[in-house]
């Protein structure tokens, strides 16, 4: 079974500091990893995905995030945030071969003015 | 382009009624979707059709059904509405099967409130 654990359910920083969003992984095959943002009352965006190319994936809007298999962990960082990036962020995994995704519980990122 | 489009925005039943949920995939995609994004229990894969035929089924009663038609696009159904099925539900779409990687493009949800 595969599964994604985020490790903070909230996340405060001020704007134009660093961003790191934690999320962990369970899976018995090479997974497919994303990251996926939400803003109130929109859909679901992809950021960013993971799919055994580079480990260290960039993706919109200045977010990146590297693949440690030693570690389990696919997290999110951004160098400098925006007040733009205040979402909910969700780290999302899949099997190969199987299109269902399963997500994590979600990281709501505030940013402090 | 468009993006996926669902309909309609809010709904709002009783306990016992039925609700019908639709969804409109981008233009190109075979593949739809079902996630049901409920307070305190986050979102979860509810369906999957590709190609007019349900591929794959989350965890959910019976009482939760969909189709796809000739078009692509979808229908949700939930029969015997209870007070839990009260959530955001959001429709994905992507390229078919036989493409190598699927990216899930979402809609922006239907609201349900059961009453």
């Known amino acids: 079974a595969q599964s994604v654990t985020q490790l903070d359910s909230h996340v405060s920083v001020s704007e134009g500091t660093p961003v790191l969003l934690r999320c962990n992984y369970s899976?018995?095959?090479?997974?497919?990893l994303f990251w996926y943002v939400q803003h109130p009352n929109k859909g679901l965006q992809l950021l960013l995905k993971?799919?055994?190319?580079?480990?260290l994936v960039k993706g919109i809007n200045g977010f990146e995030a590297e693949f440690k298999k030693s570690e389990t962990s696919f997290h999110l960082t951004k160098p400098s945030a925006h007040m733009s990036d205040a979402a909910e962020y969700f780290c999302?995994?899949?099997?190969?071969?199987?299109?269902?995704?399963?997500f994590g519980t979600g990281t709501r990122l505030t940013i402090i003015p | 382009e468009a993006g996926v489009t669902q309909s309609p925005t809010h709904l709002i039943k009783t306990r016992g009624q039925q609700a019908t949920l639709r969804c409109s995939p981008i233009?190109?995609?075979?593949?739809v979707y079902w996630y049901q994004q409920a307070l305190g229990l986050g979102l979860q894969f509810l369906l999957w059709?590709?190609?007019?035929?349900?591929?794959n089924r989350g965890n959910f009663p019976p009482r939760f059904s969909g189709r796809q038609f000739p078009n692509y696009s979808s229908e949700l159904n939930v029969n015997a509405l209870e007070l839990e099925d009260s959530a955001l539900y959001l429709c994905?779409?992507?390229?078919?099967?036989?493409?190598?990687?699927?990216?899930?493009?979402f809609g922006p949800g239907t609201r349900l409130t059961v009453l």
């Open positions: 994905a779409s992507s390229l078919g099967l036989d493409s190598s990687y699927n990216e899930q493009f």
């Open positions: 899976s018995s095959y090479s997974p497919s």
């Open positions: 993971y799919t055994s190319a580079a480990t």
């Open positions: 999302v995994v899949r099997l190969f071969g199987n299109e269902k995704l399963t």
């Open positions: 233009s190109g995609h075979t593949s």
């Open positions: 059709y590709d190609e007019g035929e349900e591929r």
